[in-house]
Nanobody
Framework: QVQLVESGGGLVQAGDSLRLSCAASGRTFSSYAMAWFRQAPGKEREFVTTISSSGMTIYKDSVKGRFTISRDNAKNTVYLQMNSLKPEDTAVYYC????????????????WGQGTQVTVSS
């Protein structure tokens, strides 16, 4: 059983940076694959990036080179460093945990945080 809490969202201008954090409970955090999804108003929730327990990563094409996912298993925390933000990055960002690495579909993740709002103005 894992509980996730996101933080670090905010209002920024295009080109700015933000770092999101996802704090997890539970002693088994290091065994989970972690992911970030996002949902813009009127849009479906979409995959952004995921990281395995050993640090392998996958990114949505539109964020490659701008976003970096990382994890600190000793702190039970996963991060999303977002650079060169664009207005189209505006969304609620959700942290998720799953048993296996490499999935893009949200129904493969069993634990979710409450979300944190990221707003990027033009």
């Amino acid at each position: 059983q894992v509980q996730l809490v996101e933080s670090g969202g905010g209002l920024v201008q295009a080109g700015d940076s933000l770092r999101l954090s996802c704090a997890a409970s539970g002693r088994t955090f290091s065994s989970y694959a972690m992911a970030w999804f996002r949902q813009a108003p009127g849009k479906e929730r979409e995959f952004v990036t995921t990281i395995s327990s050993s640090g392998m990563t996958i990114y949505k094409d539109s964020v490659k080179g701008r976003f970096t996912i990382s994890r600190d298993n000793a702190k039970n925390t996963v991060y999303l460093q977002m650079n060169s933000l664009k207005p189209e990055d505006t969304a609620v960002y959700y942290c998720a945990a799953g048993m296996f690495f490499g999935y893009y579909r949200e129904n493969e993740y069993t634990h979710w945080g409450q979300g944190t709002q990221v707003t990027v103005s033009s």
